[in-house]
C-alpha cells in the first residue's frame, strides 16, 4: 500500500520540549520498508519519537506523518500500525490468547476472526503452548513476546517496537530478533529502538541514530561504521608476550602505532579497522604467540556516538 | 453477497465500532470482576439491601397489628370502659367516677375535715376514711375499680396510720363485718366512724344503670373513612359516635379559651353547614385535591385499606430512594468509575488499547458503558429481586402485585441513570487529576447526598443543581404514573392525621411545567440527567483528547 509519496514514517522539521526539557530537537525523517534500528542511549528520544508517531504526544512544532496522516489528530492510520510501547504492565489476569485476541476486536474484528488471528500470531512468535496460561505466570521473554503478538495481530504495515530486547535472556532475545527479522522478510516497515548496538546490527543494517534528542546519523550502519573504521580504533589483544607481538605489528601497514595497557594486553591502533582486522590473522600466525583475547572497545554505541558527536561539533 | 474485500455485505461501519464497543465493554467488566474492590462494594450493597429485605420480611411476618388511630381504645381513667365507650355514654373519659351508666352521684352530707365524727344509713360513701361496720356492702359497685374498695386484706393488729398503713382506695378487714379503709368508695348499709383529721362524704348515685363494658378492641379502627366517590354526596359517617353525641363534659367550658383557642366540642369544624360529616374536594377530572373532616369523623380508619398499602409503599419508595439512589447510586460510581480510565493511564496499559484505531473519545464512552453493564447489572439484578420479594408479600388481594415490580423496575431504571451520570463525573474527575479527583468526588458525593436529603423533605429549588434531585423526582414521577392514587393517599393521610411513610418518602413532582403530569416530570428528569452524562462525557473527552500520555 506504501508508495513513495507517502512513506510509512515521515517527521519534518519535529521537535518536541517537555517544559525546559528537550524530547526531539528539529528531527527530518522518512522512513519506509524494512528493518530500521532506532538507536541511541537512554534519553535520546526514541520514546519520543515514537509515541509522537502513535499520537501520544503532540510536537511542539513540526510535523508528524503516519502513512501520511498526522497520528494526533486521527487513529485511522493505526489500522496498519502496530506498537509495541516500552511499558512492562500487562493484564496479568488474562491468558496470553485473551490479550491478544480481545485486542484484535479493537479492529473491528468479530470474536471468531479474532481468536483465530491471535493463535496465528502466537504461534508465530513461539507462544502457542503458553497461550492459555495467565500472563501474569509468563518470563520476561514471553512477557515481551505477547506484547509483539498483540501489535502484529492485524497484519500491519508497519510495526514500532520499542526496545522489545529489553530485559530478556538471551534466548527470548535470538527469538525475538528472528521475529523481527521474519517481519522484516515479509516487507514490512519496521522500527526498533535500541541502547545496545550489537543487538541492532544483529537485526538490521540500516540505522538511525538519535542523540540528545538530534538526529545523529541515518543510513546503513556499515557504512556508518566504514566512516568509523577510519577514524582512529584500538584492537585489544592479550597474550603472553605483548612486547614480542608488538614488533611484528609495527612494520604492517594500517597500523601506525602501538601502546601496551596495564593488565599486559596489547593495544594496537589503526586508522583502517577492517584493513587491520585484515592483517591481523596473518601477523599472529607470524608471530607464534598464544592469544588469549582480541577485543574492539571501540566498537560499541558509545564509541560510535562519541565518532559522530566529535565529527559534528 | 461479498464485497470487494470478500466480507459480507452485513460488515459496515457500524458492526465494526459494534465490536469496538463490545470488546472494550467486556474488558472493562472483566477488569471490574478481577478487583477486589468490585467485590467489597458490590457485597456490602448485597448486604445492606438484604438486611432491609429481612426488616420487610420480619414486618410482614409479624403481621399488621391495627392501629388506634383516635388513641380511645384505652381505659384513661381506669374505670374499666374503654374511652370510646364513654364518649358514646357521654362519660368523662378521665374521671374514674364518671362512666357508662355510673349515673350522677347526688352528696347528702359529709364530715368536717378534721372533726371526729359517727354517721349511719344505706349510702354510697366516698372518698371515706375511717372504719366501717355494716350488714350489706358492696366493695365493687357497677362501673370498675374507682368505685370500689381497690384490694382488700386482712388488717394487721394495731390502729389505721399508727401501727400500719393503707394505699388509697385500699381497706382492710378488721372482723367479718368490720372493714377500715383509706380514701375508699363504695356501697353499702352501716356505720362509718370517720378516722380523726380524714374526711368521708355520703349520698346517692342518680340514674345508675348497668353497661357492660366493651373491649378495647371495639374502638380500634371503628371509624372507617366513607366516601362515595361523589364530593356532591354527604360524605363521612361518624361510626363510632363520638362526634354526633350530644352533653360532652366541657359544655360548661366557654366557646373560646383565653389564647383565643376553640374549647368546646364543634361538631362542623370545617363549617360546611352539616355536621359530623367530611367535605371531600375534587377537581374537574374528578381527583380529589383536599380533604376538610369534621372533628372525630373517619378518625379511625382500617388500616387493612390505607396504612398497609401506605407502609408498604412507602418501604419500596424509601429503600428506592435512600438505598438505591441515595446509597448505590452514590457510592458504587466512586469505586467502580473513578479509576476507568485514570488506573489504565497510570498503569501504562492504555497504550495497548489506544495503539488500536479507537478514538480516545469513543474509549471513554465504551469504558463508562462497561462500568454501567456491571453496576448497572447489579441494581437491576437486586431491584428485580427486591421486587419479587415485596410483590409476593405485599398487602392485597392479589397473588402477586405486579405494579410494586414495575416500581422496581422503574427505581432500577432511575438509579442507572444516576449511576451514569455519578460515573461520567467522577470519570472525568479522575482524568483531570489522578491525584485529588478521589477528594473532589468525596465532596461531590457528600453534596449529593445532602441535595438529596432536602429533595425527600421536599425542597423544590435548591437541589435542581444536583443528579439526586432529578434522580428522585424521576422515582416520584414513576410512583405516580404506576399508582396513580398515591397523591390521594398523600391527601387521606394528611387530612385524617394517620402516621404516614408516602408523606415521608414521596413528594408530588415538582417540575411539571405546571402540567401536573408526572410523564411531563419524568420526562424532563431523563432529560436532565441524560444532558449531565452527555456533558460530562463530553467534557471528559475534551480533556482526554488534549491529554499528552508518557
Known amino acids: ?90 493484564y496479568d489476569w488474562m491468558t496470553g490468547h485473551d490479550f491478544v485476541s ?64 529489553h530485559g530478556c535472556d538471551p534466548i527470548a532475545r535470538t527469538s525475538i530478533m528472528s521475529v523481527i527479522r521474519d517481519l522484516g522478510s515479509q516487507g514490512k516497515t519496521v522500527l526498533v529502538s535500541s541502547h545496545i548496538l550489537d543487538e541492532i546490527e544483529r537485526i538490521t543494517e540500516q540505522i538511525v541514530i538519535l542523540h540528545n534528542g538530534r538526529l545523529l546519523a541515518l543510513g546503513n550502519l556499515h557504512a556508518i561504521r566504514d566512516l568509523l573504521d577510519k577514524h582512529p580504533h584500538r584492537i585489544l589483544i592479550r597474550t603472553e608476550n605483548p612486547r614480542k607481538l608488538a614488533e611484528y605489528f609495527v612494520p604492517e601497514d594500517p597500523v601506525y602505532g602501538v601502546r601496551f595497557a596495564e593488565d599486559g594486553a596489547l593495544e594496537i591502533l589503526t586508522n583502517d579497522l577492517s584493513a587491520a582486522h585484515e592483517v591481523l590473522p596473518r601477523v599472529i600466525v607470524d608471530s607464534g604467540l598464544k592469544i588469549t583475547s582480541i577485543e574492539n572497545p571501540d566498537d560499541n554505541l558509545e564509541a560510535l556516538l562519541g565518532y559522530l558527536v566529535g565529527g559534528t561539533s | 453477497m461479498m464485497d470487494r474485500q470478500g466480507r459480507g455485505l452485513a460488515e459496515t461501519v457500524w458492526t465494526r465500532l459494534d465490536r469496538k464497543a463490545g470488546a472494550i465493554t467486556e474488558l472493562t467488566i472483566r477488569q471490574l470482576r478481577h478487583r477486589l474492590s468490585t467485590w467489597v462494594v458490590l457485597g456490602v450493597g448485597f448486604l445492606l439491601l438484604i438486611c432491609l429485605l429481612a426488616l420487610f420480611i420480619g414486618g410482614v411476618r409479624d403481621g399488621w397489628e391495627p392501629i388506634d388511630n383516635d388513641n380511645d381504645s384505652h381505659d384513661w381513667d381506669g374505670d374499666g370502659y374503654p374511652a370510646g365507650q364513654e364518649y358514646k355514654y357521654g362519660s368523662d373519659p378521665t374521671d374514674g367516677y364518671s362512666f357508662p351508666g355510673s349515673g350522677e352521684f347526688v352528696e347528702e352530707g359529709s364530715f368536717e375535715w378534721g372533726s371526729v365524727g359517727i354517721y349511719s344509713g344505706n349510702h354510697t360513701w366516698r372518698w371515706a376514711t375511717g372504719v366501717f361496720t355494716y350488714n350489706w356492702i358492696d366493695e365493687n359497685p ?93 360524605n363521612g359517617f361518624d361510626d363510632d359516635g363520638d362526634c354526633l353525641r350530644v352533653g360532652w363534659p366541657d359544655e360548661s367550658t366557654p366557646e373560646w379559651d383565653i389564647w383565643g383557642n376553640w374549647e368546646r366540642h364543634d361538631p362542623d369544624g370545617n363549617r360546611n353547614g352539616v355536621d359530623c360529616d367530611v367535605e371531600w374536594i375534587t377537581d374537574s377530572d374528578g381527583n380529589i385535591i383536599a ?100 410483590a409476593s408479600l405485599g398487602p392485597g388481594d392479589s397473588i402477586f402485585r405486579l405494579k410494586d415490580v414495575i416500581v422496581w423496575l422503574g427505581i432500577a431504571f432511575a438509579t442507572i441513570l444516576a449511576l451514569a451520570a455519578y460515573g461520567a463525573i467522577f470519570n472525568t474527575l479522575g482524568l483531570l487529576s489522578s491525584r485529588y479527583g478521589v477528594y473532589i468526588a468525596l465532596v461531590i458525593g457528600v453534596y449529593e447526598f445532602v441535595m438529596a436529603v432536602l429533595t425527600l423533605g421536599g425542597a423544590e429549588l435548591i437541589p435542581v443543581l444536583s443528579v439526586s434531585h432529578w434522580t428522585l423526582q424521576l422515582i416520584d414521577s414513576i410512583v405516580l404514573i404506576v399508582w396513580p392514587n398515591t397523591i390521594e393517599m398523600h391527601i387521606i393521610a394528611s387530612a385524617f392525621n394517620l402516621p404516614s411513610g408516602i408523606t415521608a418518602f414521596w413528594n408530588p413532582p415538582a417540575h411539571t411545567l405546571g402540567t401536573e403530569s408526572p410523564f411531563v416530570s419524568g420526562l424532563i428528569s431523563v432529560i436532565v440527567l441524560f444532558l449531565i452524562t452527555s456533558l460530562m462525557i463530553l467534557f471528559g473527552q475534551r480533556q482526554f483528547k488534549r491529554r499528552e500520555i508518557m
Request: aromatic share 10%; glycine share 10%.
Open chain 1, 102 to 165: 480481545t485486542l484484535a476486536r479493537l479492529h473491528g474484528m468479530t470474536r471468531e476472526e479474532a481468536s483465530d488471528r491471535a493463535s496465528h500470531v502466537l504461534d508465530f512468535v513461539g507462544l502457542s503452548d503458553v497461550q492459555n496460561k495467565e500472563i501474569g505466570k509468563y518470563s520476561k521473554g514471553m512477557r515481551q513476546r505477547v506484547k509483539i503478538a498483540h501489535a502484529l495481530v492485524h497484519d500491519p504495515d508497519l510495526i514500532i517496537l520499542d526496545e522489545p530486547l
Open chain 2, 291 to 390: 380533604i376538610n373532616p369534621d372533628n372525630n369523623v373517619d378518625e379511625d380508619p382500617s388500616e387493612e385499606n390505607l396504612a398497609y398499602e401506605d407502609a408498604h409503599r412507602a418501604f419500596i419508595i424509601g429503600t428506592g430512594k435512600i438505598a438505591f439512589v441515595m446509597i448505590l447510586g452514590i457510592f458504587l460510581p466512586l469505586f467502580l468509575a473513578l479509576g476507568l480510565v485514570r488506573d489504565e493511564t497510570e498503569n501504562g496499559t492504555l497504550h495497548y488499547l489506544l495503539s488500536k484505531p479507537i478514538h480516545r473519545g469513543e474509549f471513554i464512552t465504551y469504558r463508562i458503558l462497561g462500568y454501567l453493564v456491571v453496576a448497572g447489572g447489579f441494581v437491576l439484578i437486586m431491584s428485580l429481586l427486591m421486587g419479587l420479594v415485596t
Open chain 2, 142 to 234: 357497677i362501673g370498675g375499680e374507682m368505685l370500689g374498695i381497690q384490694s382488700l386484706s386482712e388488717c394487721p393488729e394495731g390502729e389505721l396510720f399508727e401501727d400500719f398503713w393503707l394505699d388509697w382506695g385500699d381497706g382492710c378487714r378488721l372482723d367479718e363485718n368490720r372493714l377500715v379503709v383509706h380514701d375508699a368508695s363504695f356501697i353499702g348499709n352501716g356505720t362509718f366512724r370517720v378516722q380523726e383529721g380524714y374526711y368521708a362524704e355520703w349520698g346517692y348515685m342518680e340514674d345508675s344503670f348497668d353497661v357492660e363494658p366493651e373491649p378495647a378492641s371495639n374502638y380500634i379502627d371503628e371509624d372507617d373513612i366513607d366516601w362515595t366517590g361523589d364530593p356532591n354526596k354527604i
Open chain 1, 1 to 90: 500500500m506504501s508508495t513513495k509519496a507517502t512513506p510509512a514514517v515521515l517527521l519534518e522539521k519535529c521537535s518536541k520540549w517537555y517544559g525546559q526539557v528537550i524530547g526531539i530537537n528539529d528531527v527530518s525523517l522518512a522512513i519506509d520498508g524494512g528493518v530500521t534500528g532506532i538507536l541511541g542511549p537512554n534519553g535520546a528520544g526514541k520514546s519520543t519519537l515514537f509515541k509522537l508517531l502513535m499520537g501520544r504526544l503532540k510536537p511542539s512544532s513540526g510535523n508528524v506523518r503516519l502513512f501520511g496522516v498526522d497520528p494526533w489528530v486521527s487513529t485511522s492510520p493505526y489500522r496498519r500500525v502496530g506498537y509495541v510501547a516500552e511499558t512492562e504492565k500487562l
